[in-house]
Nanobody
C-alpha cells in the first residue's frame, strides 16, 4: 500500500522558516514526480511546488518563487519543501502528492497525481 506522510508543520511568526518533509513508501519513489499543494480555510486547493522524478526540474507557483525550495532525497524516499520568509498568507494545510509521468516532467494539476498524504498544518502569525 502506498503511504505519503507529511511532517514538519507548526506555528511560526512571519519571516520565519520551516522545512516540510514527506516520506513515501509502497511505491518506486525514484520514478515518481512529487508535488506540494496547500489548502487554507475557505480557499481552493492550490499548487505550490513540484519536482520531476529525475530531480532535474522544479516548478513553483509565482507567490512562492524565491522563498520556497522543493527537493528530494531518493535514498530516503523523501521529498522536502523548504519554506523561507513565511507570510501569513502561507498558512494552510500542506499536502504532498506523487504521480507517475516522464522522468523529466513536473505536475502542476492535482488531478494528475495518483497518491496523496494526509497533510500537515502550517500557521504563520503576523
Amino acid at each position: 500500500q502506498v503511504q505519503l506522510v507529511e511532517s514538519g508543520g507548526g506555528l511560526v511568526q512571519a519571516g520565519d522558516s520551516l522545512r516540510l518533509s514527506c516520506a513515501a513508501s509502497g511505491l518506486t519513489f525514484r520514478r515518481a514526480a512529487m508535488g506540494w499543494f496547500r489548502q487554507a480555510p475557505g480557499k481552493e486547493r492550490e499548487f505550490v511546488a513540484a519536482i520531476s522524478a529525475s530531480g532535474g526540474n522544479t516548478d513553483y507557483v509565482d507567490s512562492v518563487k524565491g522563498r520556497f525550495t522543493i527537493s528530494r532525497d531518493n535514498a530516503k524516499n523523501t521529498v522536502f519543501l523548504q519554506m523561507n520568509s513565511l507570510k501569513p498568507d502561507d498558512s494552510a494545510v500542506y499536502y504532498c502528492a506523487a504521480g507517475f509521468v516522464s522522468a523529466a516532467a513536473t505536475i502542476r494539476h492535482a488531478n494528475e497525481y495518483d497518491y496523496w498524504g494526509q497533510g500537515t498544518q502550517v500557521t504563520v502569525s503576523s
